[in-house]
Every structure is written in C-alpha cells, then in structure tokens.
C-alpha cells in the first residue's frame, strides 16, 4: 500500500509561482513512478507531469512545458511540483498519484494510488 500526501497549494496571483509537495511511504520510488494531475471544475482529472519508470526521464503536459518542474528528494521521500508563471487556467485541485510500472504515464486510469489533493488558486 502507497500512501501520498500533497501540500503547498494556496491562492497566488497570475504570474506567481508555488511549490507542491507529495509526501509518499517509504521505498515508493523503488517500485512506483509518481506523477501529478489535477482537476479543475466541471472538467476530467488531466496529466500535469510525471517521471518515466525509471526515473531517469520526466514528461510535462504542452500546457505547462517550460513553466513546472517536476523533481524528487529520494532522502525524503517526496515529490515536488514547482509551478512558476501560474495562469488562471492552472486553477484546479492538484494531485499526486503512483503507478506500477512502465508505459501510459499520462493516463490517470494507469496509475493505483492518489493522494487527497491540494487546491491551487490562480487569480488574474
């Protein structure tokens, strides 16, 4: 069993930046990958970035390519979103999420475990 633990989001105005945090149970990494989505209303949960099997690659959504940063700390265990030039369209509930194996890392349905979420609000 993974347990995940996101934190760090808030309300920040258009062009801030913000850090998310997902906290994971011990030796997730050796066996998962991690990855973040988020949900805005009334709109289906949709890929923000995720590490390859591996970990040796990460993969990053057009809409946030150049602006997230997605990174790890193997000592502690967590995962880390940095979002910087946030727009109002980055407004969602931000989660993170674990996935056994290779393959489909932008596919929510391919990932079994998710944290509770963190609301990130971006005003203009």
């Known amino acids: 069993q993974v347990q995940l633990v996101e934190s760090g989001g808030g309300l920040v105005q258009a062009g801030g930046s913000l850090r998310l945090s997902c906290a994971t149970s011990?030796?997730?990494?050796?066996?998962?990958?991690v990855g973040w989505f988020r949900q805005a209303p009334g709109k289906e949960r949709a890929f923000v970035a995720a590490?390859?099997?591996?970990?040796?690659?990460?993969y990053y959504a057009d809409s946030v390519k150049g602006r997230f940063t997605i990174s790890r700390d193997n000592a502690k265990n967590t995962v880390y979103l940095q979002m910087n030039n946030l727009r109002p369209e980055d407004t969602a509930v931000y989660y993170c999420?674990?996935?056994?194996?290779?393959?489909?890392?932008?596919?929510?349905?391919?990932?079994?475990?998710w944290g509770q979420g963190t609301q990130v609000t971006v005003s203009s």
């Open positions: 590490f390859s099997w591996s970990g040796g690659s990460t």
């Open positions: 011990g030796r997730t990494f050796s066996r998962y990958a």
């Open positions: 999420a674990a996935r056994e194996g290779p393959g489909s890392h932008n596919y929510p349905t391919r990932y079994a475990y």
